[in-house]
C-alpha cells in the first residue's frame, strides 16, 4: 500500500501541534503551585472535564485499533467498544465521587487517605507506573505508525516528535495544559468521526467500491481441471498440489514471467481458483508485495460486498441510507472477508491473504475473532476473561483516575463520568460505522489494519484524510500527556514526597513533577522505537487487565469492606501486579514472541483477569483478616455510605 | 503529606443515599452486561437471530451503551435531588 504525502497533512499537523504547544506556553504562566500543575487546580468545569475524559480515553488503540479490528473480524472488533464503555458504568456508580473525596492528585492519595502506609505508596506507585508505561508503549508505536504516511517519516521520528512535544506540554503546565489539549482534541474526535460517517450513509453500500477516484482491484478467478490444467492461456504452473501450496489448497502460477498465488475451490469442473494478496518473507529479512516491492503497489487495499441485498432483492447499489437501513443491508448481503495462512517455501515465508465470503449476519454476530462457536473450556475461559477486563479495567487506569481532582466537587465528578458516557458511547456506536465502511469500501490494508479509519476518510478524499490523520497524531498526544502526568505524579508525588519523604516546596513539587516527566517522556521515546511492530490493541489488553487486577480491588474493598487493612490493599496490589503479569509472561501469546509453539506455553490462555483479580480479593481478605490489630480508623476520614 | 482533596469539600449528607444507589444500579447493569457476554460465551448462534429488523448482537450493543447513557441520566437525577433535599 502507498501513501503520498499531502501539504495539507503536513499543513494540518504542523498547525495542531503548534495550537497545543501555544496553549500549553500561555497555561504554563498560571501553573506554579502544586494544586494547580497535579489537578490544574481543581477547578475544571464538569462538561469540559467530561470531554477531557473522552480525550484521554479514546486512545489510538480506541480510535485505530477497534476501527481496524471491526474493519477485519466485524462484531468481534465492536466487543471492545461494548465493553471498554460498560467499564464507565463502574467508574460512575462505585468510584468517581469517593475518588474526588478521598484523593488529592494521584490514585495513590485515595487508597492510602485512610492509612498513611508506606507500603501502600510503594505498591500503589509501582502499579500506576507500570500500567502507565504499557499503556504509553502503544500510543507511541501508533505514533510512529501514523508519521509515515502522514510526514513520509521513519517510525521513531514519529516516536520522537509524541515525546518531546508531550514531555514539553507536561513539563510546562501538567494537568491543566493536559486538561485542555484533551478537551479540544475529544471534541475534534467526536466531529470528524461523525462526518466521515455521514460520508459513509450518505454513499451507501456498492459492490463496486470507489476508492478516491480510483476503482476497486478487480479480483480474478480462474477454472482449472482436476488436473489443474488452467482454462485461461498463458497461465502455468509452478507450485501444484504435491507443493507446501497445495497443502494449504493453494497454487502459484507464473504469466508473462509474474508469479501469482491462488485459493483452490472444489468445484464439479475440478478447481475454481481464486486470486490472492501474498506477502513474500527472504531469508534476508526483506519483503515483498505480491512479488514486487511495496513501492510498485501491487499489494492492493481490500474490502467489499459480493452480494449486496437490499429488502431482498440484488442491488449494485444502495444509494444514501439512514444508520439502521445502512446495517440491515449489510445483514442481509455477503461481505468478502480475508483469511491469512503461512506457507514455507523454501528459506522464504509466505504469508497468503485469501477471500473468505461471509453472510452479513454472521458479520455482524461474534465468533469471527473470538473462538465462541464449538468453544473448548479454555477458549471460553479467554473470552470471558477479556469480556472482564474490559469491563473492570477503566476504573482502575491511573490516568483516568487523576481527572476526578480536577473538578470542583463531587457533583462535579459525576456529571463529567455523565458526559464522558455519552461522549465515549456515542463514540463507540460511531467505531461500528467506520469499521463496517472500512470493511466495504476497499480501503483495508491487510497487512496493517490499524490505518483503517484514515484511509476510510481517505477514500473520501485527501481532504478528510488529512484531517482524519492530524486527529488521530492529536489523540495521540493528548493520551500520552495524560498518562505522563499520571506517571510523573506517581514519581514525584508518591514516590519522592510520600514514600521517601523528601521535604519539598509548593514550587519544589512542581519542579520534581517537571523533571519526573521529562524522565518518563524520555523512558516513553525509547519503548516506542524498541516496540516498532507491536500490535497497539495487544498492550493495551495487557494495560487493562493488570490495572483490574491490581488496582481495583483494592478501590472496591477500601470503599465497601471496612475490616480493610493497609497491609491487605499492599497485598491485593502486590498479587494482583505479579499474577496478572505473571500469566500474561507464560501466555501462549507471549510463547510465540519467544520464538516458541504457543502449544508448549505453560498454561493455555492469553487473558488472565478472570484469575488474578480474584486472587487480589482474596489476598486483601486473607492479609486485612490477619492484620486486623493494625487497623486503625480516624474520625477524620470516611469510607463510602459511612 | 496530607492526602485530601485538592480544594475543600463541605459535608455530603446525601453521600450514604448515594452510594447504596450507585451499588444497586452497579448491580443491575453488571447482571444485564453478565448475561450478554454469557450469551456470546455460550450460545453464539442465538446473537445472529433477526430482532427489529437487525442481528440480536447489534441490539444487544446498542442497548448496552443506549443502557449505560439512561441509567446514568436517572442516577444523576436522583443524586442531584437527593443531594438538594438533605444538604439544604
Keep these: 500500500m502507498i501513501y503520498t504525502q499531502s501539504p495539507l497533512a503536513i499543513g494540518l499537523f504542523i498547525f495542531f501541534v503548534s495550537f497545543v504547544l501555544g496553549l500549553s506556553f500561555y497555561l504554563a504562566r498560571r501553573t506554579s503551585s502544586a494544586d494547580s500543575y497535579y489537578a490544574a487546580g481543581g477547578n475544571v468545569h464538569w462538561f469540559t472535564n467530561g470531554i477531557a475524559f473522552a480525550g484521554d480515553y479514546l486512545s489510538a488503540a480506541s480510535f485505530l485499533g477497534i476501527c481496524g479490528m471491526i474493519a477485519t473480524a466485524g462484531y468481534d472488533g465492536w466487543m471492545y467498544s461494548i465493553g471498554y464503555l460498560a467499564?464507565?458504568?463502574?467508574?460512575?456508580?462505585?468510584?468517581?465521587?469517593?475518588?474526588?473525596?478521598?484523593?488529592?492528585?494521584?490514585?495513590?492519595?485515595?487508597?492510602?487517605?485512610?492509612?498513611?502506609?508506606?507500603?501502600?505508596?510503594?505498591?500503589?506507585?509501582?502499579?500506576?507506573?507500570?500500567?502507565?508505561?504499557?499503556?504509553?508503549?502503544?500510543?507511541?508505536?501508533?505514533a510512529g505508525v501514523l508519521v509515515q504516511p502522514l510526514l513520509g517519516l521513519p517510525h521513531w521520528v514519529g516516536v520522537c516528535i509524541v515525546g518531546v512535544v508531550v514531555t514539553i506540554i507536561v513539563a510546562t503546565a501538567g494537568m491543566a495544559s493536559t486538561t485542555y489539549v484533551q478537551f479540544f482534541k475529544g471534541s475534534l474526535l467526536l466531529i470528524m468521526s461523525t462526518?466521515?460517517?455521514?460520508?459513509?450513509?450518505?454513499?451507501?453500500?456498492?459492490?463496486?467500491?470507489?476508492?478516491?477516484?480510483?476503482?476497486y482491484h478487480d479480483f480474478?478467478?480462474?477454472?482449472?481441471?482436476?488436473?489443474?490444467?488452467?482454462?485461461?492461456?498463458?497461465?502455468?504452473?509452478?507450485s501444484g498440489l504435491d507443493s507446501e501450496f497445495g497443502k494449504a489448497d493453494f497454487v502459484k502460477l507464473t504469466k508473462d514471467g509474474r508469479e501469482t498465488i491462488w485459493h483452490l475451490n472444489k468445484n464439479n469442473q475440478g478447481f475454481r481458483l481464486e486470486e490472492t494478496l501474498y506477502v513474500t518473507k527472504m531469508a534476508d529479512g526483506t519483503k515483498t508485495f505480491n512479488g514486487a516491492a511495496k513501492e510498485k503497489g501491487q499489494f492492493f487495499p481490500v474490502g467489499h460486498i459480493k452480494e449486496l441485498r437490499v429488502n431482498g432483492q440484488e442491488v449494485a447499489t444502495t444509494g444514501a441510507v439512514g444508520p439502521l437501513a445502512y446495517l440491515s443491508a449489510l445483514k442481509d448481503s455477503t461481505i468478502v472477508l480475508w483469511g491469512k495462512k503461512y506457507i514455507h517455501d523454501g528459506a522464504n515465508t509466505v504469508t497468503v491473504y485469501y477471500q473468505k465470503p461471509t453472510p452479513g449476519d454472521r458479520v455482524l454476530r461474534p465468533g469471527l475473532k473470538f473462538k465462541v462457536d464449538n468453544a473448548t473450556g479454555t477458549q471460553t475461559f479467554n473470552f470471558v476473561s477479556l469480556m472482564l477486563a474490559l469491563f473492570c479495567g477503566t476504573a482502575a487506569l491511573p490516568h483516568i483516575l487523576i481527572r476526578y481532582y480536577t473538578v470542583p466537587s463531587q457533583a462535579a465528578a459525576r456529571k463529567s463520568t455523565i458526559v464522558a458516557i455519552a461522549a465515549i458511547g456515542f463514540f463507540y456506536i460511531l467505531t461500528l460505522f467506520l469499521g463496517m465502511g472500512a470493511m466495504t469500501n476497499g480501503v483495508i490494508n491487510l497487512t496493517d489494519n490499524n490505518m483503517s479509519a484514515p484511509l476510510l476518510a481517505l477514500s473520501f478524499g485527501v481532504v478528510l484524510f488529512?484531517?482524519?490523520?492530524?486527529?488521530?497524531?492529536?489523540?495521540?498526544?493528548?493520551?500520552?500527556?495524560?498518562?505522563?502526568?499520571?506517571a510523573s505524579g506517581a514519581v514525584a508525588h508518591d514516590l519522592m514526597d510520600n514514600f521517601l519523604g523528601m521535604r519539598m516546596t509548593d514550587h519544589g513539587k512542581v519542579r520534581a513533577g517537571k523533571i519526573s516527566a521529562v524522565v518518563v517522556g524520555c523512558i516513553a521515546?525509547?519503548?516506542?522505537?524498541?516496540?516498532?511492530?507491536?500490535?497497539?490493541?495487544?498492550?493495551?489488553?495487557?494495560?487493562?487487565?493488570?490495572?483490574?487486577?491490581?488496582?481495583?480491588?483494592?478501590?472496591?474493598?477500601?470503599?465497601?469492606?471496612?475490616?480493610?487493612?493497609?497491609?491487605?490493599?499492599?497485598?491485593?496490589i502486590s498479587v494482583g501486579l505479579v499474577s496478572s503479569l505473571g500469566l500474561i509472561l507464560i501466555s501462549p501469546d507471549m510463547w510465540v514472541r519467544y520464538g516458541y509453539l504457543p502449544t508448549d506455553a505453560p498454561i493455555s490462555f492469553n487473558s488472565p483477569a478472570l484469575i488474578s483479580i480474584p486472587l487480589s480479593f482474596l489476598a486483601l481478605v486473607v492479609v486485612s483478616m490477619i492484620t486486623q490489630k493494625d487497623l486503625v480508623t480516624t474520625t477524620a476520614t470516611e469510607t463510602a455510605g459511612a | 503529606m496530607a492526602h485530601g482533596p485538592a480544594v475543600k469539600l463541605g459535608k455530603d449528607n446525601a453521600s450514604a443515599y448515594k452510594t447504596k444507589l450507585g451499588v444497586k444500579m452497579f448491580i443491575a447493569y453488571t447482571l444485564v452486561y453478565a448475561i450478554f457476554v454469557a450469551i456470546n460465551a455460550t450460545t453464539p448462534k442465538t446473537m445472529q437471530s433477526i430482532v427489529l429488523g437487525q442481528t440480536a448482537a447489534v441490539i444487544w450493543g446498542f442497548g448496552l451503551i443506549g443502557l449505560a447513557l439512561v441509567m446514568a441520566v436517572i442516577y444523576n437525577h436522583l443524586c442531584t435531588r437527593a443531594e438538594a433535599r438533605m444538604n439544604s
Design chain 1, 466 to 486: 488529512s484531517v482524519i490523520s492530524s486527529l488521530a497524531f492529536a489523540t495521540v498526544l493528548g493520551t500520552v500527556s495524560g498518562l505522563i502526568v499520571a
Design chain 1, 195 to 215: 462526518v466521515v460517517v455521514i460520508y459513509v450513509l450518505t454513499q451507501g453500500l456498492s459492490t463496486s467500491p470507489v476508492n478516491n477516484g480510483q476503482p
Design chain 1, 87 to 142: 467499564g464507565w458504568i463502574v467508574a460512575l456508580f462505585l468510584v468517581a465521587e469517593p475518588m474526588k473525596r478521598l484523593g488529592k492528585y494521584t490514585f495513590t492519595d485515595a487508597l492510602d487517605s485512610k492509612f498513611n502506609s508506606k507500603s501502600i505508596q510503594l505498591t500503589a506507585a509501582i502499579s500506576t507506573l507500570l500500567v502507565s508505561v504499557f499503556y504509553l508503549i502503544p500510543q507511541m508505536v501508533g
Design chain 1, 220 to 238: 480474478k478467478t480462474l477454472q482449472a481441471d482436476a488436473a489443474l490444467n488452467i482454462s485461461e492461456a498463458g497461465y502455468s504452473v509452478v
Design chain 1, 525 to 572: 521515546i525509547y519503548l516506542g522505537i524498541i516496540f516498532e511492530g507491536m500490535n497497539v490493541s495487544f498492550l493495551v489488553g495487557w494495560a487493562f487487565a493488570v490495572a483490574a487486577s491490581a488496582n481495583l480491588p483494592a478501590i472496591l474493598m477500601l470503599l465497601f469492606w471496612k475490616r480493610t487493612t493497609a497491609k491487605g490493599i499492599a497485598a491485593s
